[in-house]
Nanobody
Framework: DVQLQASGGGLVQAGGSLRLSCGAS????????IAWFHQAPGKERKGVAC????????LWGDAVEGRNTISIDNAKNTVSLQMTRLSPEDAGIYYC?????????????????WGQGTLVTVSS
């Protein structure tokens, strides 16, 4: 079974950094694209960044400003999201998701598998 385990969330002061990790199991990393989505309280889930099945990287929304970096550790089958210069608007639940599609799109309906999410709280 495909399983995704998100971790690394917590409380951070505005301006600080966090590194989230998504542990993947039950599938070959090269066959799936893996992405991070952010859901702020009362808001829709939005795509942050993605690594395609071929290892290409896509950044969406605010991530294109250079605050976030997505990376992969193939040996550990883990995809990480490094977030910097955090603001209260970055608070919420971060989910990792996987799709059999080769490419990524910031559309929740295109991802078949989801982890349970990890909570990020940013104090001002």
């Amino acid at each position: 079974d495909v399983q995704l385990q998100a971790s690394g969330g917590g409380l951070v002061q505005a301006g600080g950094s966090l590194r989230l990790s998504c542990g993947a199991s039950g599938f070959s990393r090269g066959d799936y694209a893996i992405a991070w989505f952010h859901q702020a309280p009362g808001k829709e889930r939005k795509g942050v960044a993605c690594i395609t099945s071929g290892g290409g990287r896509a950044l969406w929304g605010d991530a294109v400003e250079g605050r976030n970096t997505i990376s992969i550790d193939n040996a550990k089958n883990t995809v990480s999201l490094q977030m910097t210069r955090l603001s209260p608007e970055d608070a919420g639940i971060y989910y990792c998701a996987a799709t059999r599609r080769r490419l990524c799109a910031p559309d929740v309906s295109t991802f078949e598998f989801w982890g349970q999410g990890t909570l990020v709280t940013v104090s001002s």
